[in-house]
């Protein structure tokens, strides 16, 4: 948390921020539409099944943006105000904070699959398929929202760059595993939805280690 933002012309400062929290929110986006390309390949079963999963996806991923947003607020007044102590303290209790909300979410989430699903209207014959994506995206969401707040706290310190060049990497590694674990190439086990939800979930493990190893340095 080394940034001093007080100092500066804002339109500068604007630009800094913004430009490369753009290019991160590409990056995810991108992510998206490149897993939903290597899944269609498997048919439209598996389709089907993944699209009745994005309302799920958006409302956990709008929760760790909430989480985000509200720790940027209280994190850059602290250290606008040069309470470094307070800044970190603030840090540590809002991921431990999104740590409990992720992990209610995600066992939550496992143990209402089938209900959950029958009440969007899935239709049975891809409730497995559904349950074969999300019994392994619901532990992984717990990495994806570490990995945002993380982020999001080393934003609100004025460095948008590296959160950036994170979810740039969880991006690019995800587009290199996804097709090796769902159609099983170059020796890789064919792993169908099992192995996309997987890809996401060991790609934003990695983003999580380098986000929280930053935090620490």
């Known amino acids: 948390m080394k940034k001093d933002l007080t100092q500066g012309k804002p339109l500068d400062h604007l630009l800094t921020l913004t430009l490369p929290t753009i290019w991160g929110a590409l990056a995810v986006m991108s992510m998206n539409l490149a897993d939903t390309w290597i899944i269609a390949r498997l ?10 999963t994005f309302p799920v996806v958006m409302i956990i991923t709008s929760i760790a943006f909430g989480i985000g947003t509200a720790s ?25 904070i999104a740590l409990s909300i992720g992990l209610f979410f995600a066992l939550l989430g496992l143990a209402t699959i089938t209900p959950l699903f029958r009440l969007l209207q899935a239709p049975e014959h891809l409730l497995p398929l559904i349950h074969d994506y999300m019994s392994l995206w619901y532990l992984g969401s717990i990495f994806i929202i ?14 948008t760059r ?12 995800n587009l ?4 090796l674990l769902v159609h099983g190439l170059f020796g890789f086990p064919k792993l169908a939805l099992h192995g996309a939800a997987l890809a996401t979930s060991c790609a934003f493990l990695v983003g999580l280690i380098v986000a929280t190893h930053h935090l620490r340095a």
């Open 146 to 159: 570490l990995t945002l707040v993380s982020n999001a706290i080393i934003r609100a310190s004025g460095n």
């Open 72 to 96: 940027i607020s209280l994190i850059t007044r602290a250290v606008g105000s040069k309470q470094t102590e307070t800044a970190a303290a603030y840090a540590t209790h809002t991921l431990a």
């Open 176 to 179: 290199g595993l996804t097709p």
């Open 162 to 173: 590296f959160p950036s060049l994170v979810l740039i990497g969880v991006s690019v590694l």
């Open 43 to 52: 048919g439209p079963d598996a389709l089907a099944a993944v699209s009745f």
